[in-house]
């Protein structure tokens, strides 16, 4: 499946699409601490690293599909990644930063905290992970989101000292 697919098929509970805009203050308070240098997943309207980015709407269409894309072809700083939510969605992106991973390029992936999850467990779980205390509000919404957050941070080889 293309990048493009992800944003329209793949929907999770009460949204209406897949896509879960990152709330700005959060990107900015991580972005004073990591710098990111690329936007893995956005839109043009959505994106937070305006200058290099990956979307299904980005006007060069050699950047539409972040997924077959080798991202440490395009940064050498961190990459920011807020993956479009669904069912084999998420896994497929946390996947493809842990193979950017072994190139050298860390992600910091912000994602529903879906611990009672195999793909949690086996994705998520071998990385630092952030809980979010909160539920986000995203799109700029004044309503929270129907699920809790958290943050991977995906760098070097997983480490399976989790018990």
Not at 59 to 82: A, F, H, I, Y
Not at 111 to 135: A, E, N, V
């Amino acid at each position: 499946m293309r990048m493009k697919d992800f944003y329209k098929s793949h929907l999770i509970h009460s949204s209406k699409d897949a896509t879960w805009r990152t709330p700005r203050w959060l990107f900015d308070e991580l972005n004073l601490e990591f710098n990111f240098g690329l936007d893995g997943a956005a839109t043009q309207e959505s994106t937070l690293v305006p200058d290099n980015w990956y979307g299904p709407d980005h006007p060069d269409e050699g950047r539409r599909d972040g997924l077959s894309r080798d991202w440490s072809s395009d940064t050498s700083k961190m990459v920011w990644l807020n993956p479009p939510y669904g069912t084999g969605v998420t896994q497929a992106w946390l996947q493809k930063a842990t193979v950017e991973a072994s190139k050298g390029i860390e992600t910091m992936v912000l994602i529903p905290s879906r611990t009672g999850t195999l793909w949690f467990h086996d994705l998520c779980f071998p990385h630092r992970i952030r809980f979010i205390k909160r539920r986000l509000k995203f799109n700029d919404g004044n309503k929270p989101a129907p699920f809790d957050s958290a943050l991977v941070w995906i760098k070097g080889q997983p480490d399976p000292g989790y018990f």
